[in-house]
């Protein structure tokens, strides 16, 4: 029996919001035996990637007050990387079997026949392994707090089948490593500490909610959940109030931090980003929202910056 079509070829017709897409770098670039595993590292996709490592990278600094050493960086970086890609893997491992019913995710690597079950669940082993040779790198303490987040990220695709919040568990795990940026720094994680990363989760429930609402009409289909379907129509009064949440969070914590006042002046573009994305998203037209997600791009990058400036 013949295996489904990977991606849709340029002469097919291809549904707007599919993930795949067949002219990108890792068709150009990359062996063909090589694409499938790239793909289901969501490595065709890096936003997720920047949106895991920028908070990492601003806590770093916060820690360091000032820039971390760059064997700390490269360290981090690298997990970032390794444990959003495992994050992914068991994504679609567990989703196997209903992404080809949704039309972002049908084309991807374990759905679409391009990688079977084994050759996933091996490639997930060898990350994991490299995982663990980078936790040799950071103290005891860091090492405990990184076991602890593996069940967290493992836990997170199963969510959505039973409760409409799991973008709550999704910011746990991938904002895990402003946390563990404190405690290989510092050897603590101070409450300012906490309220940063709980400043990040709250942002990404809000940002990946705007993402959630692309997949709304397949979930109710399939009778899966997710804050888009818990929010319905006041998405954007819910999303408000998440990004709210976000800078206060970053203000008091930038406060007890003792940031100078030029942290504040990039809280305050932030605010007005996260104006602008509120004023351009609409619930009724989902597939315009993932602008608006790559655009949290920006809010990384502009807390990095906050850091930065603020520490000085």
């Not at 990637?49 to 007050?65: C, E, I, N, R, S």
């Not at 679409?112 to 392994?129: E, K």
Request: charged share 15%.
């Amino acid at each position: 029996m013949s295996q489904p079509s990977a991606l849709p070829t340029p002469a097919q017709a291809r549904p707007d919001l599919s993930d795949m897409r067949p002219d990108d770098w890792v068709a150009h670039y990359l062996p063909a035996a090589w694409g499938p595993y790239a793909r289901l590292a969501r490595l065709d996709r890096p936003v997720g990637t920047w949106l895991t490592l920028l908070p990492t990278l601003a806590a770093l600094v916060q820690a360091a007050d000032g820039v971390p050493t760059f064997w700390r960086l490269l360290i981090f970086s690298l997990g970032a990387l390794l444990m959003r890609g495992v994050g992914c893997c068991f994504n679609d491992i567990f989703d196997r079997d209903i992404d080809h019913q949704v039309e972002r995710t049908r084309f991807r690597p374990l759905t679409s026949g391009q990688l079977r079950l084994s050759q996933a669940l091996w490639f997930v082993l060898a990350q994991l392994l490299v995982c663990a040779v980078l936790l040799m790198a950071i103290n005891s303490y860091s090492r405990w707090l990184a076991v602890v987040l593996l069940p967290i990220v493992i836990i997170y695709p199963l969510c959505k089948r039973f409760t409409y919040w799991p973008q709550i568990v999704l910011g746990i795990a991938f904002n895990w490593g402003m946390l563990m940026a404190w405690s290989d720094t510092r050897g603590i994680v101070p409450i300012a500490a906490v309220l940063m990363w709980l400043g990040a989760v709250l942002w990404q429930v809000g940002y990946d909610s705007i993402y959630a609402y692309i997949d709304r009409s397949d979930d109710v289909r399939l009778g899966l959940h997710s804050t888009a379907l818990r929010f319905g129509l006041d998405g954007k009064r819910w999303i408000s109030g998440f990004y709210i949440g976000a800078l206060v969070c970053w203000l008091v914590g930038g406060v007890l931090m003792g940031m100078g006042w030029a942290y504040y002046l990039l809280m305050l573009m932030i605010a007005l980003h996260f104006t602008w994305q509120m004023l351009a998203f609409d619930v009724n037209q989902p597939e315009k929202g993932l602008p608006l997600f790559r655009a949290n791009m920006w809010v990384g990058a502009m807390l990095v910056i906050a850091a930065l400036v603020g520490v000085q």
